[in-house]
């Protein structure tokens, strides 16, 4: 152990939640002198939420919101609101959110959400819920998925997530091995947090550069349940690390990130899909997913739990059974190497392959931001309502690539980078 580490680790909880914020704010953000920063966090978040406030205001934040919510709260409406509630979303607020947007802020979202809140609620209630939420929200969501504005996402324990990720463990200590999980994750626990992420950036962005000089026309997945073709979009742009948003600001949306990206082709993926993780999906568990795609769409779907979720998911829209990313993270991430699940996409997603049904980012296309959607979707971009993470990597997945010419060139063997 050198003696940084020692430093590091002699730190106590509370400089390690404000090394957190700070990062989140500096690093994460991007924050600018002179802007706006809406915060969303649940209640119990409530002590990284007022360090990032702090740090916002540090670095010359010239005002914070943030909008807390509440899992007891929204369990009230399950039990008690009239049916007609499920169909409705604060559209005032989503309008607001997209004006603040619009008028230069920066966005930042505390994830900690209890996995399975809704798991015992009505199917039914919670699918028209999301779908109300996503038709609100999508107009200021566009401005997110263009990377117009700066935005990141990090994590807070809480008491909900960490009893589901460590179910035999006393609450304290269910807390306290989450907590170590998101610090290490987040690199706060290194000597120089700000060195550690800036260094992680550019091995980011070296991957994806490779990437991008290969240009490869499709990926092969091989591994147990998954034998799959998932075409790249035309000028599809890896992605991996930070980027600078469309108003200047240079953010690292996702922390922690092990990810590079790319757009696939929305009518380009044929084969079965076997999922490695479950995936917890707005307060739902879905398990046991295996899909199988034609032409880009999913023409059967099963889950061993939770099948009528995914129903209703790929139902939302078209575009719902399609795919709008594809990522690459090696199985020996540091998120990977902790054996942890996490049941929440921020952590899960960098631990292993996947992909995403739903909207595209438009930003891993080339000069992608300033096409029209039309445009957008002559070159392959998914588009939906929806963008849902579902991990497919594992030590057992291997992956090709394949070029224009249809030779094969092999990228992953055993869930690591050749
Ligand atoms: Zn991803
Ligand atoms: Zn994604």
Redo the contacts with the bound molecule.
Sequence with gaps: MTTAALAAERLTHEQKLDRLAEVAVRVGLGLERGQELVMTASLDSLALARRITEHAYRVGASLVTTLFNDDEAALMRYRFAPDESFDRAPAWLYDGMGAAFKSGAARLAIAGANPSLLSNEDPDKVGRANRAVSQAYRPALELITRHEINWTIVASATPAWAAAMFPGDAQDVALAKLWDAIFASSRVDTDDPVAAWKAHDAGLHTRAAYLNEKRYAALQYRGPGTDFRLGLSDDHLWLGGGTTAGNGAYCIP?MPTE?V?TTPHKNRADGTVTATKPLSHQGTMIEGIQVRFEGGRIVEARATKGQEVLQRLIDTDEGARRLG?V?L?PHSSPIAASGLLFFN?LFD??AAC?I?LGQAYSSCLIDGDKLTPEQLAAKGANDSLIHV?WMIGSDKLDIDGITFSGAAEPLMRQGEWV
Excluded: G, Y
Aim: aromatic share 8%; charged share 35%.
């Design positions: 996702n990810e990206f990313e990522a993270v996409t997603e960098n996947h995403a993470d």
